[in-house]
């Protein structure tokens, strides 16, 4: 009586253990559209132009340039020299001319 309670569990539990197993994860690569990429930059840009200050919003936006580089390699190392020289500036209205400047590379 034990034995067939035993079998019987064990067969049960070892029909959901495979039943669950799979072909296992898929790895998908997922795409951003570079137009969306360059919406984010180019609002992240602005912000600058418009206050003249560098924030938090540098880290995002070499992240975003990086994210150019698949769609569009040339212009992603045109915006990468300017971000350089964008992290260099310190005041105001040579941060806001950079930005907008950035921004026409768009």
Known sequence: MFMKKF???VVVTM????SGCG???VDEKITVQSSAI???VRKTLEGFE?????????TALESDINGIKLSDSAKAETLTKMYRELQG???P??????AKEMISKL
Do not use: F
């Open 38 to 40: 360059e919406a984010s």
């Open 15 to 18: 029909s959901l253990a495979v």
């Open 93 to 98: 209205a040579d941060i806001k001319a950079k």
């Open 7 to 9: 079998c019987a569990i």
């Open 23 to 25: 072909s296992g994860p």
């Open 50 to 58: 418009k206050s003249g200050q560098l924030g938090s919003g540098m």
């Open 89 to 91: 500036l310190t005041k």
